[in-house]
Structure formats: structure tokens, C-alpha cells
């Protein structure tokens, strides 16, 4: 029996499912812990629970990952230059790259084109070439953008031969991720698909160097964030086309695990340990975002499944947020019943706190999250020393800071680098207390979930629960995540009508989820008695509305706290929930379902009356007719979207076309054309091993 081989590495799990190539029927899944230090540990464990007899018919390996969603969501990533080419600083700070990569790494020279493919101001290589001596050191890779590059790529083009001349690390340019027009946000795109290189290269790694420990010699292709497939060396050139992969693969399985067919609509949420992706189904696919989804505070230029990637999972860390109070997310923290788990230890440390008086620092324990390479070279040497500690055992932040406050210190600026990662009291330990998880240890989730009523009661003021009481907290934490999810699935309805702004899309969803909440719990209380007169005697009034949210759409939920969840989360707003099979697993079992899929796309522009000027990558080129720029732009866009689909691994490649036109039409003052936009899609199904 041939058999494809699906793959997920999620933030705290990694999933694998077997099924058949064929059918796509289900074989066997397996789940383990993903393990940040070394992927492949994590990968091997779960690929050593799955039948060696249907590893060994594998044809095609399917790799999705929510690591690159969970890096941009989280603010981490490998350092790099960005190197921008006739830049102004009104563009460099609405890009938001001080706050992505720091101002130290980006540089401004002189170059860049204008709306028509006019060179604005030559390039200034020598301050190129200072720039790049300056920074090669220190980073692990090089961005570059100038401004209407997809105009005219010349600038970067020229950059990129020059980086390559200098140095040995990765370089891309901007107008090889996106095709848009926006210098800021292009630059953006490009930024972080340099920050995601080393991410993705020690995921491929780890994944190549299992598949051989079990003998699979099957092509491996990794999901792109539009849930089509692409192999491994199209990986890392464009990383960052992978940053929605996970949440793609989730919503394709959760579509196939579900049974919705071609005409059927739905709400996909998957909560994961770091964030909770949104999509809206129609017709039986989730609608492509060209512009950019929405990741955490970002929204880069890629193409990809229109999905809301929220930093908010099982995993997210509950504490307080000054003025805000109340705080879940984004930041990821190792759940304390985890922690326990793999380190019983540390349950009497845990059992100690619980008797102390309240401080900051308890429930603070320091773990490894990776070594990058660039990143621990440029170490000072108290943080070297912070981080060959962890390889020994987690550290006690509590412990440090009472007894070599060098070390704490060291190991706070390893934890804001990515290099470690903090515990904390998380939904997870909630679930535990009340039961409804039990993978895990419950007596620190325990330990857990009282001393951090203590700290929210008296450090913050928040909370009323009595000493020893776990289970007040726990319920609290869990109602709360419930009702951040009510308000992002009433924000994602609200970015879907388009009306809204993304800031007032989130004040209002905040006001309607309060009002949703409300109206939930107050139909949830016994019927009023028939002599019922005044408010006062303690029966309700009538509401002046009522909000119904998504209706006749169902919620499919999936990912592994799904089933905890969700059920609280369709009943606040009275719509039909689906847990389909195999849940806690989709992404895995979407990774198989893609093929191969490349879009070019060709702008034509009307510069003059009767001119018409096609962007090609030599440069732009004049036509006198429309029909001959148009046939130009498919020539051409054809011809590199059947290359790059052969290079991504497709075989059996087809071609269609897309075109979006700019253009007026009117019967008095005939028709006037601006623009067009001509895509050239070539697809077709993986190569596998025969």
C-alpha cells in the first residue's frame, strides 16, 4: 500500500499521521512533545509510535509548522541587515522594522526607482559595500529592498550580487516575495523572511536527518501559507512564505476531518500551545489573502489562507498587564504541570512557594529554547555561561535572584532574545486542575494555579480566592481564554465585513463580546417567576437586543485543547460546534492534502494614452496596444510560473490565468484603461518516490 506521511511541529506538540495515498483514509497518528533544543528528537518520537510496516511504503513526506507563525507572533528571530535602497524616513518607520529588527539593523543609501520603472536616483554601491563589511559579522542573513523594486528589480538585484560577492550568508530581495506596491511593508516582508532562514534550515535539518534514521527516502515538500506544497530548497529561499503553513495545513484538514463539501461554510479555530488561527470557509475552501493576513501585530506581504493567527494558545501565559489588568498572551511560557512532568524534582520547589510570602519570581523556572548560531555568537560571556547552565537542568529564577543576581539577570536577556524561555501559570495548568487534561502532573498544576492567586491577589489586587484554593483560579483562567476567543471570532467577523479598521475592529469586538457574554449568561439563568412586577424584586428585564454571532455557520474546531475549549465557547454564542475526528491532529493531516501551486504575477500600466508598459523582471517594457501587453504579460508570467513550479517539485504541471483589471467603461466617455494585473498560475500534484 503506497502511503503519504503528514508532519506538524507546533509549539508544543508534533503531530505525524499515515494515510493512504490514495484515499487519503486515515492509517495510524501519533503525537509527542516538540522539543525547541533539538527538533528531531521531538520528530523522531512521534515518527518511533507509527507502524514500521506503513513507514516503510511512505512516497511523500508533507512537513507543516506553526514555528514561523509562532516566531513573527512572539517577536523572535535570527539577527539581520535590512538594506533599503532610496528609503525616506517616513517610510522606515511606518515599515515597523525598528520594532521588528532594531534600528542598528537598518540601513538607508541612496538608489530606487519610481512608479514607472524610472531609475529616481542612482544606487549608491559604495556605501552598499561599507554597510554590508559593517554588518556581515553579526547577522545570518541579509534583506533587501528599494523602493518600487516590482517596478524595476535593478537596484536589488544589484545589491543582492553585491552581498554574494562579500559574504556567504542568505540574501533576498523584495520583489522575489511580493509583487504589491507599498515600500514599507514590502521591506517588512523581506525582513522577516530573513529572520526566519535559520528557523526553517533547523527544522528541514531535523526532519532530513530523522527521515533517514528510519530509512524514508520519499520526497519532502513543506506547506507554503496558502496551503499549496514546495520543496525544500524553495524553502529556504523564501521562508517567510511559510510563516502561515501551520494554520493552513489545520484549516485544509479540518475541512477534509469535518466533511465540508464544496458548498458548504464553516468558522475553522485552531488553538494550539502558542496561538489560535481563525479562517472563514465558503463553498468548501477558505478564502486567499493577496494583501497580507493578519499575524499577531503584523501583516506581511504573502500570499496565503485569510487567517487571523492570534497569540493565544494553551500554553499562552496568564498574569497582569499593568493598567489592562488581566493579561493571556501572547507570550508562550512551559506550563508547569509540563515542566513537572520532566522534571518531578521540582514539585517540592513548587510545594515550597506555595508557603512563602508572594513575590515576583516564583513560578519562574528558565529552560533552553534553541541555540542559533548568530545569535550565541554574538553572546556576552556572563550569558554564554547563563545558557551552557541550562544544558544541565532548568534553573529556579527564584533561586538566582536570591543567590547570584549576575546569573538571573543573564538569563532575562537570553529569555528576551529567544535563546530560553520562562514557565508560568497557563490554561493548560487550568485544564489540569479541573480535570479536564491528565497527560500531564496535576499536583503542580496545583502548586500552580494557588500561588498565582496569591501573587494576582497580593501583589495586584485581583482576586478574592482563599489560601489553598485551586480550583476558583483555574476556572477563572479558563472562562477568561474563553472569552478572548468569543472576541477574536467577533473581530474576525468584523475584518470579514471590511468596514472596520483593524484598531476599531478590536475596540468594538471588546464592547460586543461583553455584550454577547452577557446576554449569554443572563438567558442561562432560571426563568423568571409569573408574578414577576420590578427588576428590584430580582427578576430580569427584557434586553433591547440580543447578538447572534455567525449564524447558521458551524464552528469546527481542532487542534489538541479544542475539545476543553470550544464547547464553552459555541454554547456563549449559541452556534453549532463540530470536533471532527482526529482533531488533535489536522494540521498533520492537511500537510498531505496540498499540491504544488505557483503564482507570477504581471502589472501593465497605461502610461500615456496608447502606451501601455508591462513590468517585466529585465525591466519595463512599451506596447502599443493593450491585446500585445497583454499577451506579453502571460508569455511572460507563464513562463516563470512553469519554471518555479518544477522547481518547487510539481509534476504533471497545467497553467491558468487570473486577470484583475483597473478600467472605466461607460457609454459616454468610452472606455478608459489604468491597470491590470495578469497571473499566470502553474499547479499540478508532488513528485513522489516510485
Not at 523581506?190 to 527544522?203: C, P, Q, T
Amino acid at each position: 500500500m503506497a502511503c503519504y506521511l503528514g508532519i506538524d511541529t507546533g509549539g508544543t506538540f508534533t503531530d505525524a499521521v499515515i494515510c493512504d495515498s490514495t484515499s487519503r483514509a486515515i492509517l495510524a497518528t501519533a503525537k509527542s512533545l516538540t522539543t525547541r533544543f533539538d527538533l528531531s528528537v521531538g520528530i523522531g518520537d512521534a515518527l518511533s509510535r507509527l507502524p514500521v510496516s506503513l513507514l516503510q511504503q511512505v512516497q511523500l513526506v508533507a512537513l507543516s509548522t506553526t514555528l514561523t507563525t509562532n516566531s513573527v507572533v512572539e517577536g523572535r528571530g535570527s539577527p539581520v541587515c535590512v538594506l533599503l535602497a532610496g528609503y525616506n524616513e517616513t517610510q522606515v518607520r511606518s515599515s515597523g522594522l525598528h520594532d521588528l529588527v532594531g534600528p542598528q539593523s537598518v540601513v538607508c543609501i541612496a538608489g530606487g526607482h519610481d512608479a514607472l520603472g524610472n531609475e529616481q536616483q542612482a544606487l549608491d554601491l559604495e556605501a552598499a559595500r561599507v554597510a554590508i563589511q559593517a554588518q556581515m559579522g553579526r547577522v545570518s542573513a541579509f534583506a533587501l529592498s528599494a523602493t518600487f523594486a516590482v517596478r524595476n528589480p535593478a537596484h536589488e538585484l544589484a545589491l543582492k550580487q553585491l552581498v554574494q560577492s562579500l559574504c556567504q550568508v542568505p540574501v533576498t530581495c523584495g520583489h522575489e516575495l511580493a509583487s504589491s506596491l507599498g515600500a514599507p511593508r514590502r521591506a517588512l516582508t523581506v525582513a522577516m523572511n530573513a529572520r526566519m532562514i535559520s528557523h526553517v534550515k533547523d527544522l528541514i535539518h531535523a526532519v532530513e536527518k530523522t527521515l533517514e534514521h528510519h530509512a524514508i527516502t520519499a520526497p519532502l515538500m513543506i506547506v507554503k501559507g496558502d496551503g499549496s506544497l514546495i520543496n525544500v530548497a524553495g524553502a529556504l529561499e523564501q521562508p517567510v512564505t511559510t510563516i502561515l503553513s501551520g494554520p493552513a495545513a489545520s484549516v485544509m484538514g479540518a475541512c477534509a476531518l469535518a466533511g465540508i463539501g464544496e458548498t458548504g461554510d464553516a468558522i475553522i479555530a485552531d488553538m494550539g500551545g502558542t496561538t489560535t488561527d481563525i479562517a472563514v470557509v465558503r463553498k468548501g475552501r477558505p478564502a486567499l489573502s493577496f494583501d497580507g493576513a493578519l499575524i499577531g501585530q503584523w501583516r506581511p506581504m504573502v500570499e496565503s489562507v485569510r487567517v487571523y493567527a492570534i497569540g493565544l494558545g494553551g500554553d499562552s501565559e496568564l498574569g497582569y498587564k499593568g493598567g489592562e489588568g488581566f493579561a493571556i498572551g501572547p507570550r508562550r511560557v512551559i506550563p508547569l504541570s509540563l515542566l513537572v512532568h520532566q522534571h518531578p524534582h521540582l514539585l517540592a520547589v513548587l510545594e515550597r512557594q506555595s508557603q512563602e510570602v508572594p513575590h515576583a519570581s516564583q513560578l519562574r523556572f528558565v529552560q533552553r529554547q534553541r541555540a542559533d548560531q548568530s545569535l550565541l555568537r554574538e553572546l556576552p560571556e556572563d550569558e554564554r555561561l547563563a545558557f551552557d547552565a541550562l544544558g544541565e537542568k532548568p534553573i529556579d529564577l527564584e533561586w538566582a535572584n536570591q543567590h547570584d543576581r549576575s546569573l538571573a539577570k543573564a538569563l532575562a536577556r537570553l529569555e528576551h532574545k529567544g535563546l530560553a524561555i520562562y514557565t508560568g501559570f497557563t490554561p493548560t495548568d487550568a485544564a489540569h486542575v479541573l480535570g479536564a487534561s491528565d497527560h500531564w502532573s496535576r499536583a503542580a498544576a496545583v502548586f500552580a494555579a494557588r500561588i498565582w492567586a496569591r501573587q494576582m491577589r497580593h501583589l495586584y489586587g485581583m482576586g478574592k480566592w482563599p489560601n489553598g484554593d485551586e480550583i476558583g483560579p483555574a476556572q477563572f483562567a479558563l472562562d477568561k481564554l474563553v472569552e478572548a476567543i468569543c472576541q477574536r471570532l467577533i473581530e474576525t467577523g468584523l475584518n470579514e465585513l471590511g468596514h472596520f479598521s483593524e484598531s476599531t475592529a478590536a475596540k468594538t469586538a471588546t464592547l460586543m463580546t461583553q455584550i454577547a457574554l452577557h446576554t449569554a449568561a443572563r438567558f442561562a439563568l432560571p426563568a423568571p417567576r409569573s408574578d414577576a412586577s420590578s427588576s428590584a424584586s430580582g427578576d430580569r428585564l427584557p434586553d433591547l437586543f440580543r447578538l447572534h454571532f455567525s449564524n447558521g455557520l458551524p464552528l469546527v474546531a481542532v487542534g489538541a485543547p479544542a475539545a476543553t475549549i470550544y464547547p464553552n465557547v459555541a454554547r456563549s454564542f449559541g452556534m453549532a460546534l463540530h470536533l471532527p475526528p482526529h482533531a488533535d491532529v489536522a494540521s498533520a493531516y492537511g500537510a498531505v492534502l496540498g499540491q504544488v501551486c505557483q503564482r507570477v504575477h504581471v502589472t501593465i500600466s497605461q502610461v500615456q494614452r496608447g502606451v501601455f508598459r508591462v513590468f517585466l523582471t529585465e525591466g519595463p517594457q512599451n506596447f502599443d496596444t493593450l491585446a500585445s501587453a497583454t499577451q506579453a504579460a502571460k508569455a511572460s508570467g507563464a513562463e516563470r510560473a512553469m519554471l518555479l513550479a518544477i522547481k518547487a517539485g510539481a509534476s504533471e504541471v497545467q497553467l491558468r490565468y487570473e486577470t484583475d483589471e483597473n478600467a472605466v467603461k461607460n457609454d459616454i466617455d468610452g472606455n478608459l484603461f489604468f491597470e491590470a494585473r495578469v497571473t499566470a498560475v502553474a499547479f499540478g500534484p508532488p513528485v513522489t518516490r516510485h
